[in-house]
């Protein structure tokens, strides 16, 4: 059987996530670099698919935090906000930062984004930009529609039967 590309139904605005407000949940939290070698916290978050009446459901925003140009530290202000937003507990301990970082994992949150033109080394671009991050509508999750395992990276566990209580 033949398929045939037919382009005249690509729609450009498909592939691109619109400004506004998204239900979404986080499926990766970690400190790195970006490409070009510069530190920051990198948040990659899924535009939530079990939330049917919002379109981009699967599609992946990227919210990086980069250190202030000051002191070197991140903005403790935003950092703390978008905990708040994610649910973390407000004197919840961690044991390190990346400890912190792996609790944002598997968060509803609801971010407002917009795309923004700037230019780098002459160049145009266009980036979306999370503009605030604020506390799900919904909380309930269902992360199979998500596409996300809370259980990634986690140790197996054995269990004999005379672990079992029946």
């Known amino acids: 059987m033949s398929f045939k590309l037919d382009f005249s139904e690509v729609n450009d605005n498909d592939y ?3 400004d506004g407000e998204y239900e979404v ?14 530190s920051r916290l990198h948040f990659d ?3 939530r698919k079990d939330i049917t009446d919002q379109r981009f459901g699967g599609a992946h925003i990227f919210d990086d935090m980069y250190p202030q140009a000051v002191d070197g530290k991140y903005n403790n202000s935003i950092l703390m906000g978008f905990a708040k937003a994610a649910g973390l507990n407000e004197g919840q301990e961690f044991k ?9 994992v598997g968060k ?5 984004v917009k795309n923004e033109k700037s ?3 002459g160049k145009e671009y266009e980036n979306l930009r999370v503009k605030a991050r604020n506390v799900s509508k919904f909380p309930q999750v269902d992360y199979r529609a998500n596409g996300i395992d809370l259980f990634a990276g986690g140790e197996e566990v054995n269990i004999s039967a005379d672990d079992l209580p029946f």
């Open 45 to 47: 978050l899924v535009i």
């Open 25 to 38: 949940v986080v499926k990766k939290a970690e400190e790195g670099t970006n490409p070009n070698g510069k």
């Open 16 to 18: 691109n996530i619109a």
């Open 119 to 121: 230019s780098w080394q």
């Open 108 to 112: 509803p949150l609801r971010v407002r």
């Open 96 to 104: 390190d930062f990346g400890d912190f970082l792996d609790a944002f």
